[in-house]
């Protein structure tokens, strides 16, 4: 078993930045991939950024690319993820999770999720 707690959200105004930390516990997620998921009030959960095991790998959401980074400190078991620029579209509950293997966009794959950290940006 794998337990995540995101933390680092807030109320931001648009054009700031936020650092989003995920922290794991249990067994050694060196060898797992790990990413940021997001959902706004009356909408879908989607993808935001997803980062391979050893951290040379890094995939982004359209809506994010140039914006967001995400990084990982396996001694630490963390992941986090960095906001800048952000937009009032940007709002949303953000979730960290992780699996074996590389990282995917689809969260159906990913077998353990965080309790989600709230994200507001005022416009």
């Known amino acids: 078993q794998v337990q995540l707690v995101e933390s680092g959200g807030g109320l931001v105004q648009a054009g700031g930045s936020l650092r989003l930390s995920c922290a794991a516990s249990g067994r050694p997620i060196s060898m797992y991939a790990m990413g940021w998921f997001r959902q706004a009030p009356g909408k879908e959960r989607e993808f935001v950024a997803a980062?391979?095991?050893?951290?040379?790998?890094?995939n982004y959401a359209d809506a994010v690319k140039g914006r967001f980074t995400i990084s990982r400190d396996n001694a630490k078991k963390t992941v986090y993820l960095e906001m800048n620029s952000l937009k009032p579209e940007d709002t949303a509950v953000y979730f960290c999770?992780?699996?074996?293997?590389?990282?995917?966009?689809?969260?159906?794959?990913?077998?353990?999720w965080g309790q989600g950290t709230q994200v507001t940006v005022s416009s």
């Open positions: 999770a992780v699996r074996p293997g590389a990282g995917t966009r689809y969260g159906h794959e990913y077998p353990y």
């Open positions: 980062i391979s095991w050893s951290g040379s790998l890094t």
